[in-house]
């Protein structure tokens, strides 16, 4: 099992920064992929940004050149640094963990950190 705990969301203006940080159970080693995903009112959840454990780093188009995914390894924390934020980054962003537990792949998410960008 992982438990995931999310930080750092808020409120902040267009053109604005925020930091988000997951905290994760165990070691990041041990885990498969983790990653960002964001869910807007009314909206499907979205994968924002990921790594998986041979450091290969995903982002969504809208994102790329404005947010970044980094880790800290002996914190066993992922962090999503988003920098120009726009009104539409607006959202419910959850911390993701995939991994394996026994024989089975399996997803785990974090309880959700608001981002709310004023425009």
């Known amino acids: 099992q992982v438990q995931l705990l999310e930080s750092g969301g808020g409120l902040v203006q267009a053109g604005g920064s925020l930091r988000l940080s997951c905290a994760a159970s165990?070691?990041?080693?041990?885990?498969?992929?983790m990653g960002w995903y964001r869910q807007a009112p009314g909206k499907q959840r979205e994968l924002v940004a990921s790594?998986?454990?041979?450091?290969?780093?995903s982002y969504a188009d809208s994102v790329k050149g404005r947010f970044t995914i980094s880790r800290d390894n002996a914190k066993n924390t992922v962090y999503l640094q988003m920098n120009s934020l726009k009104a539409e980054d607006t959202g419910v962003y959850y911390c993701?963990?995939?991994?394996?537990?026994?024989?089975?792949?399996?997803?785990?998410w974090g309880q959700g950190t608001q981002v709310t960008v004023s425009s």
């Open positions: 993701n963990a995939r991994a394996l537990t026994g024989l089975v792949l399996k997803d785990y």
């Open positions: 790594f998986t454990s041979g450091s290969r780093l």
């Open positions: 165990r070691s990041i080693f041990t885990i498969d992929a």
